[in-house]
């Protein structure tokens, strides 16, 4: 099995010791009770109105189990399901939406990652006590936590033209060279009332465009006999600058060719790559520099200060 978990945007200590844990979990399912038997649900805490039940908290204590965490697991759980609570608060007041299936393909990802099926990845949580639910909830979380770092990041770390010359000055003077996409992006357009009828028939008709796609200068052309089908020009953008949810797949996609159709939220979409080159100067200097600073270490520092900063200002109750 391999040794990193992957779609997991933090937690990576912990989620990378629940691979064993997984693996066992999975040779001892025997069709018996789940960890956790039925109790009543009882309202624990509330945070700014809305509840965190004992049944998230056992949900939550199953999981810190399978990451294999030490410790008062019934307060650690707690804590965890008060900060979730609190994130995603903060989600949904920066606008993000996370669908369900940006979720979904996470967790298929996440079992496929980790040489299980996703019936088999749904016996183990369901036999931990943890249930795909609740997992699938704390990816969620986690990707839609992600993306307000990100913006957070970019908002606050802007390097100086001085930070530049220094990080150039390191590297011998060189500056660095980046790649940058020209994108276009398709999408074909799903209205949420129409979901269940149209997504089937609208995926089939926006691969068989994607398969036909040699380049942006007609794809517009092949949209015009299409209904409800938009060509967005993109423009150019650095490979630091790539969309987080889009990027490995621009970045393994050749120029003349579009990414793999996907679902989202508006509908059917797929990212056609123009072109690509290297470019070197002081913009791209700045943005590969500012994107290096951003590692593991930093995100964690940041997630923690800004759940702390949360925390003070939110209305707590303990019941």
Not at 96 to 107: A, K
Not at 156 to 164: G, K, M, W
Request: glycine share 6%; proline share 3%.
């Amino acid at each position: 099995m391999n040794e990193k978990m992957k779609e997991m945007p933090s937690y990576r200590t912990g989620v990378a010791a629940m691979i064993m844990a997984l693996a066992v979990a999975l040779a001892m399912v025997t069709g018996t009770a789940a960890l956790f038997p039925a109790n009543a649900t009882e309202i624990r805490y509330v945070v700014n109105d809305r509840p965190v039940t004992s049944y998230d908290i056992e949900r939550r204590i199953a999981l810190l189990r399978l990451m294999q965490r030490r410790g008062n697991l019934q307060e650690l759980a707690a804590q965890d399901m008060i900060d979730q609570t609190l994130r995603q608060q903060e989600i949904a007041r920066a606008g993000i939406n996370i669908t369900d299936q940006m979720v979904n393909q996470s967790y298929a990802s996440f079992a496929s990652s980790n040489n299980l099926s996703e019936a088999q990845l749904d016996q183990v949580l369901a036999q931990a006590g943890v249930t795909k639910e609740h997992f699938k909830e704390f990816l969620r979380s986690q990707m839609g936590w992600g993306r307000v770092l990100q913006s957070r990041n970019r908002q606050t770390e802007t390097l100086s033209e001085q930070d530049v010359v220094y990080r150039m000055l390191q590297q011998g003077g060189q500056k660095p060279t980046a790649t940058e996409y020209m994108l276009q992006q398709v999408i074909f357009v799903v209205p949420a009332a129409q979901r269940g009828q149209l997504l089937a028939k609208r995926k089939r008709e926006a691969q068989a465009m994607r398969d036909r796609f040699s380049g942006c200068d007609n794809t517009i052309q092949f949209a015009a006999g299409l209904v409800d089908v938009t060509v967005r020009n993109m423009g150019r953008f650095l490979a630091p600058e790539l969309p987080s949810d889009w990027k490995d797949q621009i970045q393994n996609t050749p120029p003349g060719k579009a990414t793999q159709v996907r679902e989202t939220e508006r509908g059917v979409e797929f990212i056609g790559v123009c072109s690509s080159r290297e470019v070197s100067d002081d913009h791209v200097a700045r943005m590969v520099f500012q994107s290096e600073g951003t590692n593991d270490t930093s995100m964690e520092k940041m997630s923690e200060e800004f759940t702390a900063e949360l925390r003070k200002n939110a209305r707590i109750i303990r019941r």
